[in-house]
C-alpha cells in the first residue's frame, strides 16, 4: 500500500499569513504515460464530509478561491494557503488515487494564531 | 446536481451485520465507479473500497482491514450502491460515506456505524 505521511500534524496562522502543509507519498504516483501526479487535497470542516480542493496536485476545482495552490510531483506534494482566513480553518487531508487501496494523509489541523 | 445519500447505520454488536445503502442521482449512476469511505470518530479518512461499473467488469475491491468481511454491490436499475458489513468488529465504528471513485468529486452526508456490545 501507498502510504502518505502529511506535515505538519497541526499549525497555527495568523491572518492574512501563509500556510504551508507537505504530503509525502512512499511510492511515485506520477503516471508517466498522461505526466499526471494522481494526488488530491481536501478541506473539511466539523460536522461535514470532506470538500475537494485540488486534484492532479495542481488543478484547483470549480469554485475553489486562487488563495488555494497545490504543487509537487511524483512523490512529494504541498498545499500552499496565502492570506489565511477564518473560513480555512479546517482539516487537510492529502489522497492519492494512483492505485488502490487509494490511501489519505493522517490530516493537518489548521487553527487561527 | 449530484446527490448521494447513504442510510442504513445504527447500532450492532461485535460479529453483527449490516448493510448500508447509498442512492445516488444527478449523474450517470450505470457509468460511475463508486466507494466508500469511512471515518472514525475524531480520526482521518479510510477508504473502504470500490465498485467498477458493469460496463468496466463490475468487479470490486477492498482495504485490508475490511476484505473478506465487506461486499460492496450496485443496483443500476435503481441507482443504488450497498455495502453489506459483515462479522463487524469495534474498531469499524466509523462514518459511512458513499463517494465516487479515485479523486472524491462527490460525498454524501455519511452514516454513523457504531459497533458496541
Known amino acids: 500500500d501507498i502510504v502518505m505521511t502529511q506535515s505538519p500534524d497541526s499549525l497555527a496562522v495568523s491572518l492574512g499569513e501563509r500556510a504551508t502543509i507537505n504530503c509525502k507519498s512512499s511510492?511515485?504516483?506520477?503516471?508517466?504515460?498522461?505526466?499526471?501526479?494522481?494526488l488530491a487535497w481536501y478541506q473539511q470542516k466539523p460536522g461535514q464530509p470532506p470538500k475537494l480542493l485540488i486534484y492532479?496536485?495542481?488543478t484547483r476545482e470549480s469554485g475553489v478561491p486562487d488563495r488555494f495552490r497545490g504543487s509537487g510531483s511524483a512523490t512529494d506534494f504541498t498545499l500552499t494557503i496565502s492570506n489565511l482566513q477564518a473560513e480555512d480553518v479546517a482539516v487537510y487531508y492529502c489522497?492519492?488515487?494512483?492505485?488502490?487501496?487509494?490511501?489519505f494523509g493522517q490530516g493537518t489541523k489548521l487553527e487561527i494564531k | 446536481e449530484v446527490q448521494l445519500v447513504e442510510s442504513g447505520g445504527g447500532l450492532v454488536k461485535p460479529g453483527g451485520s449490516l448493510r448500508l445503502s447509498c442512492a445516488a442521482s444527478?449523474?450517470?449512476?450505470?457509468?460511475?465507479?463508486m466507494s466508500w469511505v469511512r471515518q472514525a470518530p475524531g480520526k482521518g479518512l479510510e477508504w473502504v473500497g470500490r465498485?467498477?461499473?458493469?460496463?468496466?467488469?463490475?468487479?470490486?475491491d477492498y482495504g485490508t482491514p475490511v476484505k473478506g468481511r465487506f461486499i460492496i454491490s450496485r443496483d443500476d436499475s435503481r441507482n443504488m450502491l450497498y455495502l453489506q458489513m459483515n462479522s463487524l468488529k469495534t474498531g469499524d465504528t466509523a462514518v459511512y460515506y458513499c463517494?465516487?471513485?479515485?479523486?472524491?468529486?462527490?460525498w454524501g452526508q455519511g452514516t454513523l456505524v457504531t459497533v458496541s456490545s
Open positions: 465498485i467498477k461499473s458493469k460496463s468496466d467488469g463490475g468487479a470490486a
Open positions: 511510492q511515485r504516483i506520477l503516471y508517466s504515460s498522461n505526466k499526471n501526479n494522481y
Open positions: 489522497q492519492q488515487y494512483y492505485s488502490t487501496p487509494y490511501t
Open positions: 492532479w496536485a495542481s
Open positions: 463517494t465516487t471513485d479515485g479523486r472524491v468529486d462527490f
Open positions: 444527478g449523474f450517470t449512476f450505470s457509468n460511475a465507479w
